[in-house]
């Protein structure tokens, strides 16, 4: 049973209120009393250590609701709760009902078998009984309160509200645009839910109001242009919002046939592009951001934290501004529209002021006060129980997370799914990819986002089925909907009947099997049918993947990632501790070669204590190589950590985004140099350190034939080469079918590299995606590359499907997808080349 | 540079200027609260007193949080659970330290005027605590960090607290049992922003005879 505690400053009054309820319920309620001192010459007054007793004396997990008369029993019921663990805490409600009539509500609830809500609701409403019979006519009370100005000068207009979402979402939006064009203080209220006045200003307020479609609302305005005001808002309201047959987006999957393809089974498909082979059956698990609890402190510049306050609100406004561009060239405006609601959070004063009052008055940092305003907003939308207001507290956590992220310079967190599950998320940022747990994630599924994306790249080597860039159906899928992932055909299957469901198991467990036998033959040599042997290298970021990549088959690291070790954290790692994480990947690999690439960050991770900040062309801007040859304190630090941890051992290193042969002669003089100062340190290292280039750029593949002579080795990363010889971003799904790998212009520039690699007599690899894609694999065995550096968990299949190709044919293949004028062209060659087989 | 003697001779001397002033304090709550402002002090220090015998060989946190606890459960009105957490949050900035530098003597002196806002959700304008509290600390702050003594920082927050309490006297209460009276509140000076001045000048009096 719900407890009840009383905190009063007379003990009087307390016991008093208490025998008045219990005769209600036959002294049957769990009430305990916390009131008057102990000081027989001044009996008045509270105290949090009775109040603590008197709430652990009725607690259990069924929750107690505290009722206090007024002041210092606030004060000492809040310092009270502070005693109880946080587990105790959520079941304690500090209750604003009025005394005697909120006790004996709550009692008879309590006892009536209520649980913790509806008891501290049916207190909360003690007061209705008296008002009515009263004939208090609260409505007037309200106005007179809220509306500032004259009187006279008070318009007023009731109003129904016709459309079909009511005030929220997007005509919220513009009903608060609208109203925001005027001087004029402008306040409105549910009639039909008697509300109080709320400020029409204000997006959050409007939408606690929870106007549906077909209630009664009351606007009123005062001050110079109130009569216009009143005019544009009731021509607004007249209008429908323009809303007419857009209003979708609420509507269930089930009831929408427009855009969702009906097959002969009668199953709701959605197509997207197929980025990650496999197939997953699952519960939908939709991939929100939360507000992450941060750190309160105090400060003592008020005038900076604002200032931080005010330039993070800036960068969001300023990325929804260019997102709502980007979209209203591919949508109609009504949809693009939805940025402007976003827009208005991030100018609303309930919000925005309220955080730097709260910044103002309690001289706490930024994250404190944006959280304590968020969350007490949220905490409101919630008190308000209706379905489509909780809805819109979604769009407030988004665009609270992305202010938040500014401000704490950190990803936005998400929660991990409790059971495995399929991730609908909207798009997938590197940064927060990067926090996925694979554990608990059977497929992926992308409103946005394409093949080469990086989140893309990131399911793969975890080995999961992923769809991407399916569009806006798949957000209106709902929690713990049943899906069906075919990373392989580019579909989902939404709520699939027991036919399809079976038809899937069966294509799951022949997948399982060919997966099996692949593994069994993974540590055996990567030999093509006719005896060509090639090196089989793992890309890894983690000393701890390299295990794994050994059991897996892997010869060797052809890329170890230094990037994972740079960032997340707030100094560069000491020389130290670069060298014990290297000599500890080059010691699991026991003698086979570790490629080790320097540090390859730039603007699209941005990284502060790098100084590494957001550029608008981060592909084009300060990254790679180029950024180490500036910071030369950063490069330096990570080759003396190299270089020691090279003697000795098998390391190679390799410089990321080469764009000049000035620039690796740079790098050289560089490693001279660190080599020289190590001497003079008195370390060990390794002198004769092959070291590499990575080919990424159109002017390397050019040049190709002078900086092979700078170097040991070549390594081609065809990612950044596809995005940078098609010119096409591979961040941007827009573009996503022109940055192809397969394009004959990408594939000359593979096969010429390769070829000035070998008239030097020097190896090459290939890092990149292609490496591990079993299409490509025909082609690059064709043009000659000497290794293949793919992600762990692909190399098994990739071998056992190099045990079934002729080098000698995949040459021929080579030659004719050089003659080839499109990357459709080529991919239609080699999947003809593999079938035959 | 503040040792945990200094500490108990700042709570001692509170628990002094307190008992003088009680009546004082009494009659300023008398003309806009519920009169019992300086007996709700003086008993809250008098159980703060016969608690510290018990404490006076430890850290300086724990010294801080008895305060705090004999205040919250002794002095039975608002002031009880404000002052209270006042010294608790304090506590929790210096832990187990047997003294604090003069940075960390501002800094837990802030702490504790943070907890205390927190708990009041009141803001400086509203004729409370706040309104002499809060500018003395911040002005201790910059003082320490612009380097001066902590003397003669101390000396100039007890007169920007002294001046805050003077500032009350025109204001309106917004918070506590004054709020009621709404614009009747004017003219009086507040009493809880007196009792914060007289516990600032216990610390400057503390200070001084180091």
Redesign the interface.
């Given at each position: 049973m719900v407890g009840i505690v009383i905190v009063a400053h007379s003990n009087k009054l307390a016991e008093g209120v208490r025998d008045l309820a219990q005769q209600m319920v036959q002294g049957k309620a769990a009430i305990a009393i916390a009131a008057g001192t102990d000081d027989p010459a001044n009996p008045l007054g509270t105290d949090a250590s009775k109040i603590f007793q008197a709430i652990d004396s009725v607690y259990s997990d069924d929750g107690v609701v505290v009722l206090m008369d007024l002041g210092s029993a606030i004060l000492s019921a809040e310092t009270a709760l502070d005693f109880f663990p946080d587990h105790q805490k959520e079941n304690i409600y500090l209750c604003e009902a009025p005394l005697v009539e909120g006790v004996l509500s709550a009692a008879v609830q309590a006892t009536g078998g209520g649980n913790i809500e509806s008891v501290t609701e049916e207190a909360r409403n003690a007061l209705n009984a008296k008002t009515s019979q009263l004939g208090i006519d609260t409505t007037l009370k309200d106005a007179e309160q809220e509306v500032h100005g004259p009187a006279d000068s008070t318009q007023e207009i009731v109003l129904p509200v016709r459309n079909k979402l009511g005030l929220h979402a997007r005509p919220a939006a513009q009903f608060v645009s609208t109203a925001s064009k005027f001087k004029a203080e402008i306040f409105v209220k549910n009639l039909s839910k008697n509300t109080d006045f709320v400020n029409a200003k204000s997006i959050n307020q409007i939408i606690t109001l929870g106007v549906r479609h077909g209630h009664q609302i009351m606007i009123a305005a005062a001050g110079s242009d109130a009569s216009d005001a009143i005019l544009s808002l009731n021509k607004l309201i007249d209008s429908n919002f323009n809303e007419e047959e857009n209003a979708s987006i609420l509507t269930p999957l089930s009831q929408k046939d427009k855009g969702v393809r009906e097959s002969k089974q009668n199953r709701n498909v959605l197509e997207g592009i197929p980025v990650s082979s496999g197939i997953a059956i699952g519960n939908a698990f939709i991939y929100r951001p939360v507000i992450p609890d941060v750190q309160e402190y105090g400060i003592t510049d008020i005038e900076i934290e604002i200032t931080r306050f005010r330039n993070a609100l800036d960068e969001v406004k300023k990325d929804i501004e260019t997102l709502q561009r980007e979209t209203k060239k591919s949508m109609d405006a009504y949809d693009a529209s939805i940025f402007e609601s976003h827009l208005l959070y991030l100018n609303d004063p309930a919000l925005v002021d309220h955080t730097r009052d709260i910044i103002t008055e309690q001289l706490i940092n930024a994250e404190a006060a944006w959280e304590t305003a968020l969350k007490e907003m949220i905490n409101s939308y919630k008190s308000i129980g209706d379905q489509i207001v909780r809805d819109r507290e979604v769009d407030l956590i988004d665009i609270g997370s992305q202010v938040m992220s500014k401000l704490t310079g950190k990803p936005r967190t998400h929660p991990d799914p409790d059971e495995p599950s399929i991730l609908i998320a909207q798009e997938l940022n590197p940064s927060e990819t990067a926090q996925l747990n694979p554990e608990k994630i059977l497929a992926l599924c992308a409103e946005k986002g394409n093949k080469t994306s990086h989140s893309a790249i990131v399911a793969r080597s975890f080995g999961i089925p992923a769809v991407f860039g399916i569009g806006e159906r798949l957000l209106e899928i709902e929690e713990t909907t049943t899906l069906i992932v075919d990373g392989n055909e580019g579909i989902v299957i939404v709520e699939p009947d027991n036919d399809t469901l079976k038809t899937y198991r069966k294509h799951q467990e022949t997948d399982t099997a060919a997966k099996q036998k692949a593994v069994t033959r993974t540590l055996d040599k990567a030999v093509s049918v006719d005896g060509t042997v090639v090196g089989i290298m793992a890309n890894v970021s983690y000393t701890s993947d390299i295990k794994y990549a050994l059991e897996h088959g892997a010869e060797g690291v052809g890329l170890f990632r230094t990037e994972f070790l740079h960032m997340n954290r707030t100094t560069l790692p000491s020389e130290e501790d670069q060298y014990k994480v290297y000599k500890e990947a080059a010691d699991l690999l026991g003698n086979r070669p570790l490629t080790i690439r320097t540090v390859d960050i730039g603007g699209d991770k941005p990284v502060p204590y790098l100084n590494i900040i957001k550029e608008p062309n981060p592909y084009l801007g300060w990254r790679g190589l180029r950024y180490c040859l500036d910071q030369i304190d950063v490069f330096k630090t990570q080759l003396r950590a190299i270089l020691r941890a090279a003697y000795d051992r098998n390391v190679l290193l390799m410089f990321p985004m080469v764009t000049t042969v000035r620039e690796m002669r740079a790098a050289s003089a560089i490693i001279n140099e660190v080599k020289q100062e190590l001497s003079q340190d008195g370390y060990t290292f390794n002198d004769t350190i092959k070291i590499g280039a990575m080919i990424e750029t159109p002017s390397a593949v050019m040049m190709a034939h002078r900086l092979i002579n700078e170097v040991d080795f070549f390594s081609i990363g065809s990612n950044d080469l596809t995005q940078y010889v098609l010119a096409a971003d591979r961040t941007n799904s827009k573009v996503a079918t022109l940055g192809d790998p397969f394009d004959p212009a990408v594939l000359k520039m593979i096969h010429d590299t390769i070829v000035v690699a070998h008239n030097a007599g020097k190896r090459i690899g290939l890092c990149g995606e292609m490496a591990g894609d079993r299409l490509a694999l025909p082609l690059l065995l064709g043009f000659g590359l000497d290794e293949f550096s793919m992600s762990p968990k692909l190399i098994s299949e990739w071998k056992e499907a190099l045990r079934s190709i002729s080098a000698i044919k995949a040459k021929e293949l080579a030659r004719e997808a050089l003659q080839c004028i499109a990357a459709d062209d080529v991919k239609h060659l080699c999947s003809e080349f593999l079938k035959d087989i | 540079m503040l040792s945990q003697n200094d500490i108990i001779r700042w709570i001692k001397t509170s628990a002094t200027l307190i008992a003088e002033n009680k009546d004082h304090l009494t009659d300023l709550d008398r003309a806009i609260g519920?009169a019992?402002h300086g007996?709700?002090m003086d008993?809250g220090f008098k159980k703060v007193l016969a608690q510290l015998d018990g404490v006076k060989e430890k850290d300086i946190g724990s010294i801080l949080k008895s305060v705090g606890?004999a205040l919250?459960?002794?002095?039975?009105?608002?002031?009880?659970?404000?002052y209270?957490?006042f010294f608790m949050q304090a506590a929790n900035a210096v832990n187990a330290k047997q003294e604090l530098s003069d940075t960390e003597v501002a800094?837990f002196l802030?702490?504790g005027?943070?907890g205390l806002?927190?708990?009041?959700k009141?803001?400086?304008g509203d004729k409370t605590i706040v309104d002499s509290l809060?500018p003395a600390v911040?002005t201790l702050?910059?003082h320490i960090?612009a380097g001066e003594d902590i003397i003669e920082a101390m000396r100039q927050a007890v007169i920007r607290a002294e001046q805050g309490v003077q500032e009350t006297i025109p204001l309106v209460a917004r918070k506590?049992?004054a709020s009621y009276l709404g614009e009747r509140s004017a003219g009086h000076q507040d009493p809880g922003a007196t009792s914060a001045y007289l516990i600032l000048q216990a610390l400057l009096e503390a200070i001084k005879s180091h």
């Amino acid at each position: 049973m719900v407890g009840i505690v009383i905190v009063a400053h007379s003990n009087k009054l307390a016991e008093g209120v208490r025998d008045l309820a219990q005769q209600m319920v036959q002294g049957k309620a769990a009430i305990a009393i916390a009131a008057g001192t102990d000081d027989p010459a001044n009996p008045l007054g509270t105290d949090a250590s009775k109040i603590f007793q008197a709430i652990d004396s009725v607690y259990s997990d069924d929750g107690v609701v505290v009722l206090m008369d007024l002041g210092s029993a606030i004060l000492s019921a809040e310092t009270a709760l502070d005693f109880f663990p946080d587990h105790q805490k959520e079941n304690i409600y500090l209750c604003e009902a009025p005394l005697v009539e909120g006790v004996l509500s709550a009692a008879v609830q309590a006892t009536g078998g209520g649980n913790i809500e509806s008891v501290t609701e049916e207190a909360r409403n003690a007061l209705n009984a008296k008002t009515s019979q009263l004939g208090i006519d609260t409505t007037l009370k309200d106005a007179e309160q809220e509306v500032h100005g004259p009187a006279d000068s008070t318009q007023e207009i009731v109003l129904p509200v016709r459309n079909k979402l009511g005030l929220h979402a997007r005509p919220a939006a513009q009903f608060v645009s609208t109203a925001s064009k005027f001087k004029a203080e402008i306040f409105v209220k549910n009639l039909s839910k008697n509300t109080d006045f709320v400020n029409a200003k204000s997006i959050n307020q409007i939408i606690t109001l929870g106007v549906r479609h077909g209630h009664q609302i009351m606007i009123a305005a005062a001050g110079s242009d109130a009569s216009d005001a009143i005019l544009s808002l009731n021509k607004l309201i007249d209008s429908n919002f323009n809303e007419e047959e857009n209003a979708s987006i609420l509507t269930p999957l089930s009831q929408k046939d427009k855009g969702v393809r009906e097959s002969k089974q009668n199953r709701n498909v959605l197509e997207g592009i197929p980025v990650s082979s496999g197939i997953a059956i699952g519960n939908a698990f939709i991939y929100r951001p939360v507000i992450p609890d941060v750190q309160e402190y105090g400060i003592t510049d008020i005038e900076i934290e604002i200032t931080r306050f005010r330039n993070a609100l800036d960068e969001v406004k300023k990325d929804i501004e260019t997102l709502q561009r980007e979209t209203k060239k591919s949508m109609d405006a009504y949809d693009a529209s939805i940025f402007e609601s976003h827009l208005l959070y991030l100018n609303d004063p309930a919000l925005v002021d309220h955080t730097r009052d709260i910044i103002t008055e309690q001289l706490i940092n930024a994250e404190a006060a944006w959280e304590t305003a968020l969350k007490e907003m949220i905490n409101s939308y919630k008190s308000i129980g209706d379905q489509i207001v909780r809805d819109r507290e979604v769009d407030l956590i988004d665009i609270g997370s992305q202010v938040m992220s500014k401000l704490t310079g950190k990803p936005r967190t998400h929660p991990d799914p409790d059971e495995p599950s399929i991730l609908i998320a909207q798009e997938l940022n590197p940064s927060e990819t990067a926090q996925l747990n694979p554990e608990k994630i059977l497929a992926l599924c992308a409103e946005k986002g394409n093949k080469t994306s990086h989140s893309a790249i990131v399911a793969r080597s975890f080995g999961i089925p992923a769809v991407f860039g399916i569009g806006e159906r798949l957000l209106e899928i709902e929690e713990t909907t049943t899906l069906i992932v075919d990373g392989n055909e580019g579909i989902v299957i939404v709520e699939p009947d027991n036919d399809t469901l079976k038809t899937y198991r069966k294509h799951q467990e022949t997948d399982t099997a060919a997966k099996q036998k692949a593994v069994t033959r993974t540590l055996d040599k990567a030999v093509s049918v006719d005896g060509t042997v090639v090196g089989i290298m793992a890309n890894v970021s983690y000393t701890s993947d390299i295990k794994y990549a050994l059991e897996h088959g892997a010869e060797g690291v052809g890329l170890f990632r230094t990037e994972f070790l740079h960032m997340n954290r707030t100094t560069l790692p000491s020389e130290e501790d670069q060298y014990k994480v290297y000599k500890e990947a080059a010691d699991l690999l026991g003698n086979r070669p570790l490629t080790i690439r320097t540090v390859d960050i730039g603007g699209d991770k941005p990284v502060p204590y790098l100084n590494i900040i957001k550029e608008p062309n981060p592909y084009l801007g300060w990254r790679g190589l180029r950024y180490c040859l500036d910071q030369i304190d950063v490069f330096k630090t990570q080759l003396r950590a190299i270089l020691r941890a090279a003697y000795d051992r098998n390391v190679l290193l390799m410089f990321p985004m080469v764009t000049t042969v000035r620039e690796m002669r740079a790098a050289s003089a560089i490693i001279n140099e660190v080599k020289q100062e190590l001497s003079q340190d008195g370390y060990t290292f390794n002198d004769t350190i092959k070291i590499g280039a990575m080919i990424e750029t159109p002017s390397a593949v050019m040049m190709a034939h002078r900086l092979i002579n700078e170097v040991d080795f070549f390594s081609i990363g065809s990612n950044d080469l596809t995005q940078y010889v098609l010119a096409a971003d591979r961040t941007n799904s827009k573009v996503a079918t022109l940055g192809d790998p397969f394009d004959p212009a990408v594939l000359k520039m593979i096969h010429d590299t390769i070829v000035v690699a070998h008239n030097a007599g020097k190896r090459i690899g290939l890092c990149g995606e292609m490496a591990g894609d079993r299409l490509a694999l025909p082609l690059l065995l064709g043009f000659g590359l000497d290794e293949f550096s793919m992600s762990p968990k692909l190399i098994s299949e990739w071998k056992e499907a190099l045990r079934s190709i002729s080098a000698i044919k995949a040459k021929e293949l080579a030659r004719e997808a050089l003659q080839c004028i499109a990357a459709d062209d080529v991919k239609h060659l080699c999947s003809e080349f593999l079938k035959d087989i | 540079m503040l040792s945990q003697n200094d500490i108990i001779r700042w709570i001692k001397t509170s628990a002094t200027l307190i008992a003088e002033n009680k009546d004082h304090l009494t009659d300023l709550d008398r003309a806009i609260g519920d009169a019992d402002h300086g007996n709700n002090m003086d008993r809250g220090f008098k159980k703060v007193l016969a608690q510290l015998d018990g404490v006076k060989e430890k850290d300086i946190g724990s010294i801080l949080k008895s305060v705090g606890m004999a205040l919250i459960s002794s002095v039975g009105g608002a002031a009880g659970p404000l002052y209270g957490t006042f010294f608790m949050q304090a506590a929790n900035a210096v832990n187990a330290k047997q003294e604090l530098s003069d940075t960390e003597v501002a800094d837990f002196l802030l702490a504790g005027t943070h907890g205390l806002i927190n708990r009041g959700k009141t803001k400086p304008g509203d004729k409370t605590i706040v309104d002499s509290l809060q500018p003395a600390v911040i002005t201790l702050k910059e003082h320490i960090d612009a380097g001066e003594d902590i003397i003669e920082a101390m000396r100039q927050a007890v007169i920007r607290a002294e001046q805050g309490v003077q500032e009350t006297i025109p204001l309106v209460a917004r918070k506590g049992r004054a709020s009621y009276l709404g614009e009747r509140s004017a003219g009086h000076q507040d009493p809880g922003a007196t009792s914060a001045y007289l516990i600032l000048q216990a610390l400057l009096e503390a200070i001084k005879s180091h």
